[in-house]
């Protein structure tokens, strides 16, 4: 069993209003790859909102009272606090040098997942607005003009709780289940799995990340080819959103 990670190495920086599919396509002409069923495109989020001109101008924020006392306490700019609180439904944790909050979308991450890195100086990148879809457009629009089978994951760099680091997640998809649900199936000794769910477009997402990188990889879209269970798993309906765990079954919140 192998499986295959090949990172797209020559997307030019992506600006608002840029069709990502015909990029995508272009790019991968030039390095010579020819597409097949069950490849899995993932995608750096920083790019899906750059693509629709989802910026932040931080220079423009008026910050307010709440974002200036959060700014003394974490160390982080006033006008950047301002940006986390307009994104955030709630705020979880407040740390010496961090905020992790509940994003709109309901993600728990730092700083509403708003990212200043590999960006203009002055702006920064929220989440996409609506990050299924932006996949599930995606998707949409290769498999037309591939005629292949095709899955996108959206990916982001979040921390862990209890955890040192960050790794990659999906915060969009389209095209496979983002969970496997595998209760009932058997083990190597014949015991049958009573909790077992899988976060496949986590794991994706993660393995994407090991030559996506987070500095100057130049590295954002990267093709997961010969998942063995891509056909098992299709879906155009599963998403991110399946990955979000209600606030009531939260252990660590209530």
């Known amino acids: 069993?192998?499986?295959?990670?090949?990172?797209?190495?020559?997307?030019?920086?992506?600006?608002?209003?840029?069709?990502?599919?015909?990029?995508i396509l272009e790019s991968a002409l030039v390095?010579?790859?020819?597409?097949?069923?069950?490849?899995?495109?993932?995608?750096?989020?920083?790019?899906?909102?750059?693509?629709?001109g989802n910026y932040i101008n931080l220079d423009s924020i008026k910050p307010g009272a709440e974002a200036n006392d959060l700014a003394q306490k974490t160390g982080k700019s006033p006008e950047l606090m301002e940006a986390i609180?307009?994104?955030?439904?709630?705020i979880?944790?407040?740390?010496?040098?961090?905020?992790?909050?509940?994003?709109?979308?309901?993600?728990?991450?730092?700083?509403?997942?708003?990212?200043?890195?590999n960006v203009e100086n002055?702006?920064?990148?929220?989440?996409?607005?609506?990050?299924?879809?932006?996949?599930?457009?995606?998707?949409?629009?290769?498999?037309?003009?591939?005629?292949?089978?095709?899955a996108v994951v959206i990916s982001d760099t979040q921390g862990r709780p209890f955890r040192e680091g960050a790794v990659g997640v999906a915060i969009g998809s389209s095209g496979i289940k983002t969970i496997w649900n595998r209760k009932g199936e058997m083990d190597l000794y014949g015991r049958k799995l009573e909790t077992?769910?899988?976060a496949v477009a986590d794991e994706l997402a993660a393995s994407a990340s090991l030559i996506m990188g987070q500095a100057d990889e130049g590295l954002p879209v990267v093709i997961v080819?010969?998942?063995?269970?891509?056909?098992i798993l299709k879906?155009?309906?599963?998403?991110?959103?399946?990955?979000?765990?209600?606030?009531?079954?939260?252990?660590?919140?209530?």
């Not at 080819?225 to 056909?231: A, L, M, S, V």
């Not at 155009?236 to 959103?241: D, F, V, W």
């Open 225 to 231: 080819r010969g998942y063995p269970n891509f056909e």
């Open 235 to 254: 879906d155009p309906e599963s998403g991110a959103r399946d990955l979000i765990r209600p606030k009531k079954h939260d252990a660590f919140r209530t």
């Open 1 to 23: 069993m192998k499986i295959e990670l090949i990172g797209l190495e020559n997307l030019p920086l992506i600006k608002k209003d840029d069709e990502l599919s015909s990029l």
């Open 92 to 117: 979880v944790k407040v740390g010496n040098d961090f905020i992790v909050t509940e994003s709109n979308h309901g993600f728990i991450c730092a700083n509403a997942g708003i990212d200043e890195s």
């Open 85 to 90: 609180l307009n994104h955030s439904r709630e």
């Open 196 to 198: 077992t769910r899988i």
């Open 31 to 52: 390095q010579g790859l020819k597409w097949n069923d069950g490849d899995i495109i993932v995608i750096a989020e920083t790019i899906i909102s750059k693509a629709e």
């Open 122 to 150: 002055g702006r920064a990148t929220p989440l996409p607005h609506n990050p299924d879809n932006s996949a599930k457009k995606l998707r949409k629009n290769i498999e037309l003009k591939t005629g292949k089978k095709i």
